[in-house]
């Protein structure tokens, strides 16, 4: 039969339990305990830890650390991210408006290429770099094989994407807001 100690280091660990071990991962980075390249690898072992036993063997040789130097921590990031959350928000509302065509409209074809329904003047969009199709109850926005890309809201698409009024698109270097028409 085993012990109570043995039973709880086979069990895996929770939630709670492995953000714990990253805060002390990230207290031993930002202290200078570890190196990038150890913080990744520990990090990746907390990740795929199976149980207790190892969750606490990646911990082994660093200080649990104090709980408000935890919290710092967690505030520092919070309020870190936060700010990158509301820079993002600021430029997108200063982003030029891009108006959707009408519903009936078929499709807008975006490119550098003379003739284009959309033409964008700009070295980093492809002659033919994306196309807007009407299908269904709204817009789909296909990428065309561009060189540099098209991109929704931050991602890079491959084939279509559905958009609507308020999302940001790219072609290349060049960034929109979508608007209604």
Same mark, same amino acid.
């Given at each position: 039969?085993?012990?109570?100690?043995?039973?709880?280091?086979?069990?895996?660990?929770?939630?709670?339990?492995?953000?714990?071990?990253?805060?002390?991962?990230?207290?031993?980075?930002?202290?200078?305990?570890?190196?990038?390249?150890?913080?990744?690898?520990?990090?990746?072992?907390?990740?795929?830890?199976?149980?207790?036993?190892?969750?606490?063997? $990646?911990?082994? &040789? +660093?200080?649990?650390? *104090?709980?408000?130097?935890?919290?710092?921590? =967690?505030?520092? !990031?919070? /309020?870190?991210?936060?700010?990158?959350?509301?820079?993002?928000?600021?430029?997108?509302?200063?982003?030029p408006g891009l108006s959707l065509p009408?519903?009936?409209?078929?499709?807008?074809?975006?490119?550098?290429?003379?003739?284009?329904?959309?033409?964008?003047?700009?070295?980093?969009?492809?002659?033919?770099?994306?196309?807007?199709?009407?299908?269904?109850?709204?817009? $789909?926005?296909? &990428? +065309?094989?561009?060189? *540099?890309?098209?991109?929704?809201?931050?991602? =890079?698409?491959? !084939?279509? /994407?559905?958009?609507?009024?308020?999302?940001?698109?790219?072609?290349?270097?060049?960034?929109?807001?979508?608007?209604?028409?």
């Amino acid at each position: 039969m085993m012990s109570r100690e043995n039973r709880t280091q086979v069990v895996r660990p929770s939630e709670a339990e492995r953000e714990q071990a990253l805060d002390v991962l990230r207290e031993g980075a930002g202290n200078g305990r570890l190196s990038h390249d150890t913080f990744l690898g520990r990090l990746d072992l907390v990740l795929r830890a199976s149980s207790r036993a190892e969750l606490k063997s $990646v911990m082994a &040789d +660093l200080p649990a650390g *104090n709980p408000i130097g935890r919290f710092l921590l =967690r505030a520092v !990031g919070r /309020v870190s991210a936060f700010g990158v959350r509301l820079g993002g928000a600021w430029r997108a509302e200063r982003l030029p408006g891009l108006s959707l065509p009408q519903a009936g409209g078929g499709q807008l074809t975006i490119g550098r290429i003379p003739g284009s329904g959309l033409r964008l003047n700009d070295a980093s969009v492809s002659r033919h770099h994306a196309e807007l199709r009407h299908e269904g109850d709204g817009w $789909v926005l296909y &990428d +065309l094989g561009s060189t *540099n890309g098209t991109h929704v809201n931050g991602y =890079r698409i491959l !084939g279509g /994407v559905r958009v609507r009024p308020g999302d940001q698109v790219r072609f290349g270097n060049l960034e929109f807001r979508l608007a209604t028409g």
